[in-house]
């Protein structure tokens, strides 16, 4: 019964930090997104701007909650909060520091994988409960985009569950002692960060919600907090995706233990991990252009994928020569 | 009744129950939905049966590809017309024979049924020591490699002919 208390408070600990962060990560790309084309951004509520996120939560809680007409209700209703679910709950494999985890179980990245592929229900649903051409076009695009960097993705991590010879996230950390994996498999590395940009619908690969010729994608008929939760899923997912990427290729929690470093707790060098990831995100997205759609697929499928493959191969051949 | 029956019983009437609105439903989106809840039961009855290796794959692969190839296509075709044409309206007489004829062949099997098989190679305890993945995959590479390439042939002549199906239009 003890053990069943202490899970359920860790799980609360994870979810209202994750909140924070998510709230916060908004903030963050505003700022640097701001910074980068030489504005301010957010600056008016509390000093710099740091009340923003708060400001907007209470905004987007008392907005009035459309519902387009003939659309259909329930999936409607459902879609948003599938997303927020699936993105939540890939933070229970996580692991924080040596001793913090939720759940330690043996096939960690599958389980981040098929739930990021249950996430991505969230978005065709939507797109297609709104009854509106711009949101089912999100929705398809959206549906193709994420299956095909999916494979990618997955694929690139068949390096790394090589490597460490387990797919348990602790054991890929350990495995990573002295050493992390982007060494070793700098092309999975690449890659996986590619292929999760696209995973998350971010730029210049967000299609899905592409403004300037879709309105919003398939959250254009969404208001109120029902769009706070895509926006949400959305942050949510970038962290997940971040933290899989220093998990897997940048040794996770472990971090320089010699002088003054030795004292810093562990789950500062994840977070440092995860915030460098994001801020690759912002950077990517004030740098780049939005690329055309079948640009997008062609890249899928004739470059990552045989990168991809071609990386388990080579991985493999020296696994077996060494 | 102890934990793991209940668990169990619970599994059987929801895969029972949820089959069947999957098949009742008139939007063939919300029977897609119906059928994603059912896959997840089906992959929770994996995990409760130690199979955590099957249980993600069935996600993966049934949840996160299939079945969404399922939801595009239903998305995309004109359903209320379909629904209309008379060659659709009565194939449930068709389902019903085939059904109750598998039904017939399994009848003289549940007396051979029984929930305690004995013993085969490779035991839970020998599972879990190895790894699940390990095991599924050295078993698949050696002792069923026949099968299994046989299997990746049919998927690659599948995959041949849509491709040369979906290009004939073009030039």
């Known amino acids: 019964m003890i053990e069943f208390a202490i899970l359920i408070l860790k799980i609360a600990i994870v979810i209202g930090a994750v909140l924070l962060h998510v709230a916060y990560v908004v903030y963050f790309e505003r700022k640097v997104i701001g910074h980068m084309q030489s504005r301010l951004g957010p600056m008016r509520v509390g000093p710099h701007g740091l009340l923003q996120p708060i400001a907007d939560g209470i905004k987007l809680f008392f907005k009035e909650d459309i519902i387009p007409a003939h659309a259909d209700k329930p999936i409607f209703y459902i879609a948003p909060v599938l997303g927020v679910v699936a993105a939540l709950s890939s933070f229970a494999v996580i692991p924080f520091w040596e001793s913090f985890h939720i759940a330690d179980i043996n096939i960690g990245l599958l389980y981040i994988l098929a739930l990021s592929s249950v996430g991505s229900y969230s978005i065709i649903l939507a797109g297609w409960a709104s009854n509106s051409k711009y949101s089912f076009l999100g929705g398809l695009r959206s549906s193709a985009q994420v299956i095909s960097y999916e494979i990618a993705m997955g694929l690139s991590l068949v390096g790394v569950m090589m490597l460490a010879g387990s797919a348990n996230l602790r054991d890929i950390v350990a495995a990573q002692s002295g050493i992390p994996f982007i060494l070793f498999q700098p092309i999975a590395f690449f890659v996986f960060l590619m292929a999760a940009i696209a995973e998350t619908n ?6 899905p919600e592409a403004e300037s010729e879709l309105v919003a994608g398939y959250a254009t008929e969404y208001s109120g907090m029902r769009f706070g939760l895509f926006f949400m899923a959305e942050y949510a997912g970038m962290f997940v995706m971040s933290a899989i990427a220093s998990v897997c290729f940048l040794g996770g929690w472990s971090g320089p233990d010699f002088w003054l470093f030795a004292h810093v707790p562990k789950v500062v060098w994840l977070l440092l991990k995860i915030y460098a990831f994001i801020f690759f995100y912002f950077w990517i997205r004030a740098t780049l252009p939005r690329y055309r759609y079948d640009q997008l697929m062609n890249l899928g499928w004739k470059f990552f994928i045989p990168l991809a493959l071609a990386n388990i191969v080579i991985t493999a051949l020296i696994k077996l020569a060494v | 009744m102890t934990l793991p029956q209940i668990f169990f019983a619970y599994f059987a009437v929801a895969l029972t129950g949820l089959s069947l609105l999957v098949v009742t439903r008139r939007n063939p989106v919300h029977g897609v939905m119906w059928m994603l809840i059912l896959f997840i039961h089906v992959a929770g ?54 059904s109750v004829a598998f039904l017939t062949l399994l009848i003289p099997l549940l007396g051979k049924f029984s929930v305690y098989p004995p013993p085969g190679e490779y035991s839970v305890e020998r599972i879990n020591s190895e790894g699940q993945i390990m095991t599924v995959g050295r078993v698949l590479y050696t002792k069923f490699l026949l099968p299994f390439e046989i299997a990746s042939l049919i998927l690659l002549v599948s995959i041949i002919g849509a491709v040369v199906l979906s290009k004939r239009k073009l030039n």
Do not use: S, T
Request: hydrophobic letters at 65%; glycine letters at 4%.
């Open chain 1, 202 to 207: 971010r730029a210049p690969f967000d299609m």
């Open chain 2, 45 to 98: 009855l994996y995990l409760f049966l130690n199979a955590e290796f099957l249980a993600a794959i069935q996600i993966i692969v049934y949840a996160g590809a299939i079945l969404v190839l399922y939801l595009f296509v239903v998305m995309l075709l004109n359903l209320k017309k379909i629904e209309k044409e008379r060659k659709f309206q009565h194939i449930w007489i068709v389902g019903l024979l085939v």
